[in-house]
């Protein structure tokens, strides 16, 4: 490997530049590209709203002739395949790019490698692996659903100084500052969907939106676990169904109660109505349902409380990254604890990071894949 000592600032760049279309690319990854000639950035690409065109051509447009003799950064290794676009290899080639420098490589059967060798057999320098565990993250719900047919989980829970996440009867307690809600906000715009227990839903009311000034469009599919369907007609979920999606999840009805089947049926069909879709799951095997949604193109899910979902997707395994905020103040009597704190993380997770948002702290963790 010959590196330069430019080459990680620079694909820490295309990473920077990948993050701003993640959630917004469909099944595609959000991948970034830029095409630096003499340590000027020549030409800057994404992958475009919907996944195409890749990130790539754009980048090489932009550059034009000056991508002649030039380094070409990208977070994944470019498509190999005549799918919806061509080769992303093959244009690199055309536009005379002499060097390739590759963040993760492609685990999409069509490529896989092969982008790599057709660049190399051109006579083009490839080199890969660079910030790979950076790249991996920015591209972490891509590879999840093409390696295991799921999205990639990330649990946010939000942790008073007394270790409790809410206060019974009490409704939506604030625990943390503006800073820290809005970069919950930001997360959820970068995920395709969210998911909470019907518990928060009823005590809660949340919207799930994405409410950031120009962001509410980035408003991720909205799903809750009910396995009885009791979700409020009422509810602002429900009430905001026909503009931002709304998924209730109901269990496989009881065969042996005919009246609670029959009370079942009809509060599914008033949901039907008000534009809930209703999907069936065994709700006590989180890796059903995150099948199901891995095979619709849900490759990032959100899952924001409460303490029995979080629970719930903890011990399946199905949690991939942890974001603990944790606000200052106290909640006391009445509360309801948080199903991790920072003394009792699953051993297999890894603390990568801690931010600050005004009072608040978040503490970040991740268990590899
Ligand atoms: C790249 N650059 O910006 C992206 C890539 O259906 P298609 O033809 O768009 O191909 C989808 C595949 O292309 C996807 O599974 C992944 O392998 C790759 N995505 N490749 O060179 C990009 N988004
Ligand atoms: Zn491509």
Redesign the pocket.
């Known amino acids: 490997m010959v590196l330069r000592p430019e080459d990680e600032h620079f694909m820490a760049a295309a990473i920077r530049l990948s993050r701003q279309h993640l959630g917004l ?1 469909s ?7 830029l095409i630096v000639k003499d340590g000027v950035i020549v030409g800057s ?4 709203l919907g ?6 051509p754009q980048a090489l447009a932009e550059a034009g002739e000056g991508a002649r003799g030039a380094t070409a950064y ?1 977070t ?4 190999s ?5 061509p ?3 093959e244009a690199l080639i055309a536009y005379g790019v002499a060097r390739v420098v590759i963040s993760v490589t ?3 059967q ?2 896989s490698g092969r ?1 790599i060798n057709m660049l190399r057999e051109a006579g083009i320098e490839v080199e890969t692996g660079i910030l790979e565990t950076e790249g991996r993250r920015s591209l972490a719900g ?1 590879l999840m659903r ?1 390696t295991r047919n799921r999205p990639y989980v990330t649990l946010k829970l939000a942790i008073s100084a007394d270790g409790m996440i809410g206060k019974t009867g009490a409704g939506q307690v604030r625990i943390t500052g503006d800073a820290a809600r809005a970069e919950v906000q930001m997360l959820r715009a970068e995920s395709d969907a969210i998911l909470v227990g019907i518990g928060t839903a009823i005590s809660d009311d949340p919207e799930l939106t994405c409410r950031l000034p120009g962001l509410e469009d980035r408003t991720p599919l909205r799903i809750v676990i009910d396995e009885q369907l009791q979700l409020p007609l009422g509810s602002k979920l429900v009430q905001t169904a026909r503009k931002y999606p709304v998924v209730a999840v109901a269990g496989y009805p009881p065969s042996f109660d005919d009246a609670n089947d029959e009370a079942l049926l009809r509060r599914r069909e008033a949901l039907d109505a008000a534009g809930v879709e209703v999907l069936q799951s065994n709700v006590n095997e989180p890796g059903e349902l995150l099948e199901a949604l891995g095979t619709r193109g849900i490759s990032s899910l959100l899952v924001e409380g409460g303490a029995r979902t979080a629970r719930r997707f903890l011990d399946a395994g199905m949690v991939d990254r942890i974001l603990l905020f944790q606000g200052p103040a106290e909640i006391g009597e009445g509360g309801i604890e948080s199903p991790v704190l920072k003394s009792n993380i699953p051993a297999e997770f890894m603390h990568v990071g801690q931010s600050r948002f005004g009072d608040d702290l978040c503490d970040e963790y991740e268990r590899g894949f």
């Open positions: 690319t099944t595609n990854p959000s991948v970034g590209c690409g994404v992958t475009a996944g195409r065109p890749h990130a790539e990208v994944l290794e470019p498509c395949h005549y799918g919806k676009t080769p992303c290899a492609d685990p999409d069509r490529v982008g891509y093409q």
